[in-house]
Structure formats: C-alpha cells, structure tokens
C-alpha cells in the first residue's frame, strides 16, 4: 500500500466547478470556465453564485430574479435568532456559524431530499442566510439591536450594512463584493472535500455544510487569516517583519498565510487580485497595513521563499473594512457557501461512496488476554 500523505497530489473526483492548471509558472484558475481575474474585474458575487449553481452566466432577467430570490431569504427564522442569543457570546462566531445551520436543518421538512430541484432551494437559502447569521450573532454577543436586512442593497453591501448599521461606501462594497467573488470556489480544498464525503454518504446538505464550517475554522485553511491579523499586530511596524520573520522560522514555526498545497511556487491567482484590493483599500483608509503585509512578504520569501496564500492579504482587507479579527474565517464562508453547495449537489448526482484505505501500521495478530491476567 503506497500512503500519500495529506492525499498530496492525490486525484479524487472529477468536477466542473472550477479548474486550478499550473502553466509556465503560472496559475489559472476559473469557476466553470471563466478566468478569476475577469470575473474579478467584471462580476458580482450573486452572478457567480448563480455560475457554480447553475453552470452558466445567467441573462439579466435570470440574474434579476435569482438577486430577489436571495433577497427574500435573508431573515432568519425568530427560533435562529433565539439560538443566537442564547450561545455564549465568547463563542467563536464560526461555531455560532455551524451551530445555526445545523438548527437551520432541524426546521426544514425537507431535510432528507436530495434532489436537483430541492437542493438548489437549500442551495439559495443558506448563500442568502449566511451573511445574516454572521452579522446578526456579531451583534448579539456585543449586545447591540440587530439590523434587518435591506433589500435596497446587494449581497455585499447589505452584509456590511447588517454588521455596521449604516451603509457602506461604494468602495467597501466593491471590495467586499470581490472579496466574495475571489472566496466563492476553489476546486478540492480541504472544507469542500470534506462537505463532498459528506455528501457521497446521501447525507442531508446542513449535515454537509456542517463538516465544511467545521472544517474551514483549522488555522491551516481559513482560520489562517485571523492569525495574520494577529502577525500583523505584532509586528505593528513594516521595519520589524524582517526580525519577525526570521525569528519565527528559526523557532521551526509556520508563518500563517504563506505556502499552498498546490500553489507551490507560483502566485495564487486570488493573491494578485486581493494583494491589489489591499493596497487600494489602505491607501484609502490610510491604514498601515498594506504596508507591513508587503515587508513580511518579502521577507518571507527571501528567507523561506514561500508566497502569499489567498488568507494573507485578505487580512488587511477585512481589518480596513472594520472587520473583527475573528470574523475572518466567516467572511471566508460567507463566499465559499456558493461552492460548496455546488459541490454538495455535484455530488449527489454523480455519486460514489468516498471511502478511501488506510494502511495498518499498529502492532498485528496479539493474543486476547483477559482481565484478570492484566
Ligand atoms: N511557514 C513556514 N514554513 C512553511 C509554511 C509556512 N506557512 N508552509 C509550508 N512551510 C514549509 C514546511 O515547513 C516544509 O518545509 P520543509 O520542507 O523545510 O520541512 C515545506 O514548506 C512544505 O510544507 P508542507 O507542510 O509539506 O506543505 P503542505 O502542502 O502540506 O501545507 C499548508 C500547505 C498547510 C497551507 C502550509 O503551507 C501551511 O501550514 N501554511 C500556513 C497556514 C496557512 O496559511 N493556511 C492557509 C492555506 S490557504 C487556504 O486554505 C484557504
């Protein structure tokens, strides 16, 4: 039995979601077709929301109707938000997060289904709730009045609008917006495989979306932004990264948003994108961030030569939008909800049981002795 460790390199389905292809040096990545940095340029994240649901770029009345679909499935059901203001507020919001979509799960009567048609519903419904669930538990544990939802506003800046209680400006919600674009997919991350085994069990998709939050939280995936955000703290200052740095590699520790298990040695193409928003974003606010995320880059890369990852620069974004730290990870599945339930349903209608092999290491064929000769 030949072990790959982490599954590293290991091909386990085939999908058409999204494409991750190294060419000369370079990375592509594109959401059914469609390259990342147009979508990034040209998109809105309900247009590639309804893109990895459906497969297509919808037409302006598909794009209309899908828009006020979601809009309609922003509130929470009053048992939702009861939940919320019964968790402990030092809860991590990303567990407040799963908790209410499990709970979600116990009010839908069908749950069990797993059909084209009633999935997509599931689909719209948790995409419009997410940012709702997030934003609404935010306020509840800082013991301020919730802010409904808006349906003047689009996704993103509606988001905003519920977490801040006022609106944004239009280049908060840009940025938001293309935050949520750039977080939507990406192929068999570690939160998607696990909503995909999920899923090839026939389980129910909050079962699923479960195992993804649940997963996504590990600071070796999404909950690697807000120990960047913590880095940054510490650092406080663009000349200290260097120091910073080296000392942290010396001690054999990881620098969080750095290194990709299939990105190595190329630039995430999610990094070019945010690495720019970043810098729009500080120079705007005046904020220091950008700049003391650009000195340990370099940093890093002259003494580990290791590149950004799609969690580094999405810290000083999230910090200059006024985004608590342990939001982060949040904000991360507030984008991602869209792929994994198109991965969810990919599933379902193609499926085989994932059930891999493990190789056997520990002691073989002992004899049984009993208690009492113990
Ligand atoms: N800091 C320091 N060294 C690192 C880092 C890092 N962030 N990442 C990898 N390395 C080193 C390892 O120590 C190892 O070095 P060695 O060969 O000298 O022992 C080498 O690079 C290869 O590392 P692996 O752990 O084998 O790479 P793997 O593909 O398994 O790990 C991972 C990928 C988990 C993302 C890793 O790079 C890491 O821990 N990064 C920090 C956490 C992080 O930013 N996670 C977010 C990833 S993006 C996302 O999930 C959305």
Sequence with gaps: MDVKDGLKDVVATETSISRIELVDGKAILEYRGYDIHELAQNSTYEEVAYLLLFGELPSKSELELFTEELKERRELPPQVVGLLTHLSPFSHPMVALRTAVSYLGTMDRNIAYTSHEISIE???NLIAKFPTIVAYFHRIRMGEKLVHPNDDLGHAANFLYML?????TETMVRAMDLDFILHADHELNASTFAARVAASTLADMYACVVAATGTLIGPLHGGASQRVMEMLREVAL??????????????GERIMGFGHRVYRNVMDPRTIELKKLAKKLSEEKDSKWYEI?????????KHKNLLPNVDFYSASV??????????FVNIFAIGRISGWTAHIIEQYENNSLIRPRAKYVGPKSRKYVPLSER
């Design 122 to 124: 599931k689909a719209k």
């Design 164 to 168: 801040h209680g006022e609106e944004p």
């Design 238 to 251: 663009p000349w200290r990264a260097e120091k910073y740095v080296q000392e942290k590699l010396e001690r």
């Design 293 to 301: 995320s650009e000195a340990i880059e370099e940093a890093v890369r």
């Design 318 to 327: 999230y910090a200059n939008l006024g985004i608590p730290d342990d939001l």
